[in-house]
């Protein structure tokens, strides 16, 4: 089993609509979670930040369910710009090391 | 701020030659990272400086790829020989600490022939 698993897509939606990508992670112990969004050919951009309690910012909601072991992220009224690949990170025990899932990937079209 | 400065950017090399890229973190951030990035995957990590020592090099082919961080600011990435296998895009990326926000560099982008 990789240690963090996402659903490559893509995933095709229409402007305004509402999507939502889950991450599953098999460290039971891992620390600390993350978004990160990359647009084609370009480097990984922190996203956002997934705490226990849930977050949201503006358009997007993240969630952590450790008893699960997944992360989820929701994008509402999706934009054009929106399109990208986000990632879902793990941080291990320690808190000191990062592993990326695969990603998945976000068309919107118009 | 200036962010993570890579370069090349792009390299194009012969299977069996070596290659070297170079990585300028931002100033101030202890921890230094590269990561291989091949196409339709994640970045998968290589080897984790904390200011000059080694954290973790795991996941780093040591009989081709070595890394270094002198100084404890930049840091080279080296591939000797080179392998088809190894198109990617390195992925240079730094932090304050270990385990904080990484930002990452543009990348450079490695096709072996």
């Known amino acids: 089993r990789k240690e963090v698993e996402q659903d490559p897509g893509p995933f095709n939606v229409p402007e305004g609509a509402t999507v939502a990508f889950n991450c599953t992670y098999s460290?039971?112990?891992?620390?600390?979670f993350f978004w990160y969004r990359q647009d084609c050919r370009k480097e990984p951009k922190l996203l956002m930040s997934?705490?226990?309690s849930g977050n949201e910012d503006g358009r997007f909601t993240a969630q952590l369910n450790r008893a699960s072991q997944y992360i989820s992220l929701l994008i509402r009224d999706s934009k054009l710009s929106d399109s990208a690949t986000y990632l879902c990170?793990?941080?291990?025990?320690?808190?000191?090391?990062?592993?990326f899932g695969g990603g998945t990937r976000l068309m919107v079209k118009p | 701020e200036a962010g993570v400065a890579q370069s090349p950017r792009y390299k194009i090399i012969e299977k069996r030659q070596s290659v070297a890229f170079w990585c300028n973190p931002i100033?101030?951030?202890?921890?230094l990272y590269w990561y291989q990035q091949i196409l339709g995957q994640g970045p998968k990590l290589l080897i984790q400086?904390?200011?000059?020592?080694?954290?973790?090099d795991s996941q780093l082919p040591k009989d081709r790829f070595s890394a270094e961080r002198l100084k404890g600011v930049d840091s080279t990435l080296k591939i000797q020989p080179a392998k088809l296998e190894d198109s990617a895009v390195y992925l240079c990326?730094?932090?304050?600490?270990?385990?904080?926000?990484?930002?990452f560099g543009p990348g450079t982008r490695l096709t072996v022939t």
């Open positions: 990326a730094s932090s304050p600490r270990t385990g904080d926000i990484e930002y």
């Open positions: 460290n039971s112990a891992s620390q600390s």
């Open positions: 997934v705490y226990s």
């Open positions: 990170v793990v941080t291990n025990n320690a808190g000191n090391m990062l592993t």
């Open positions: 100033s101030g951030h202890a921890t």
């Open positions: 400086f904390q200011n000059n020592g080694v954290v973790d």
